[in-house]
């Protein structure tokens, strides 16, 4: 390991304090850091450099919208078993705006999105949920006299990037589905503003947390697909990483759509790399593409056999 990867007496300070506060040990702060060098795709000697962006990188200010969606995707980022990847989003980045976690409401709430957007600029990081209704105006969907096409439009170009989070952000999902009203559309469709989109229903806890480590290591967001996607979790097929694939309890007889789906939810899991869907006999929705609801129906196929 070479001298400049090593970490250094400031940094494991850093590195205590925070394991203290989490109430675990260094042990699982370090196994985190690998968690994350594995998920992005890197070798074991980035290890080191994660811990040190964790600890110790100057904290991008985030803005968090909340359109057209369940709330599921904060949801699940903030409930997730792991007890560093909420840290990752409520204290190693500057949460400026997330209506979820705020305490603010109403006018105030209000005021503080103008007042981050102002103050940070072409310097924060725009993370989106949901999909933003377009029909009649946008007038399907309100937050404080604006409609959310109308909140999008202004806060969105001020961004140094924008992030969507979940399928509904993304491609449109469940609110675009056929036979809506609102005319929802995912965030690129609606604005014409280019997105690095983190689609799933909902998205894995550890693949936004790998991406917001990108962002400390690199300054910068990972490459993507030309669906936006970012490469490290969105570039496999999830058939082609399935532990049931080519065995007899494939469920490809009923109905899964892993040849087709691209996400890396058998290498990853959810819960703490628990399980997912295949493994909970469930197949998979291909819930990471555009057109999912509409296009991958029916989930379910009772045709098919072991």
């Not at 904290?59 to 995707?73: H, Y």
């Not at 469920?251 to 899991?269: D, Q, R, T």
Request: net charge neutral.
């Amino acid at each position: 390991m070479k001298q400049e990867d090593k970490l250094d007496e400031g940094l494991e300070e850093k590195i205590d304090d925070l394991v203290t506060k989490k109430g675990v040990t260094r042990r699982d702060f370090m196994k985190f850091c690998g968690l994350m060098a594995a998920t992005l795709g890197l070798e074991a000697s980035f290890v080191p450099k994660i811990a040190r962006a964790i600890a110790s990188a100057p904290r991008p200010p985030i803005v968090w919208l909340q359109f057209a969606e369940c709330t599921g995707c904060t949801e699940a980022l903030l409930r997730t078993a792991d007890p560093f990847i909420d840290d990752l989003l409520l204290e190693k980045v500057s949460s400026e705006y997330h209506e979820t976690i705020m305490a603010a409401a109403g006018d105030h709430a209000t005021a503080c999105l103008d007042s981050a957007v102002s103050q940070y600029a072409g310097q924060f990081l725009c993370f989106v949920e949901g999909a933003i209704p377009t029909a009649g105006g946008g007038i399907y969907g309100m937050i404080g006299n604006k409609t959310m096409l109308q909140i999008a439009r202004e806060v969105l170009p001020q961004a140094k990037a924008v992030v969507c989070v979940g399928t509904c952000a993304s491609f449109g999902g469940l609110p675009a589905a056929a036979g809506g009203l609102t005319g929802a559309r995912g965030v690129r469709d609606a604005t014409g503003i280019s997105t690095v989109n983190m689609p799933g229903c909902p998205p894995n806890a550890v693949n936004i947390a790998a991406l917001i480590v990108n962002y400390l290591l690199n300054n910068q967001l990972p490459g993507t697909d030309r669906y936006g996607r970012p490469n490290f979790a969105y570039g496999n097929k999830v058939h082609s990483l399935c532990p049931r694939r080519g065995t007899d309890w494939c469920l490809k007889g009923f109905g899964c759509k892993g040849p087709n789906a691209l996400h890396n939810c058998p290498s990853v899991k959810y819960n703490g790399g628990t399980s997912w869907c295949v493994q909970a006999d469930a197949p998979c929705k291909n819930c990471t593409t555009p057109g999912f609801w509409d296009s991958m129906t029916p989930f379910f196929d009772y045709s098919g056999s072991y």
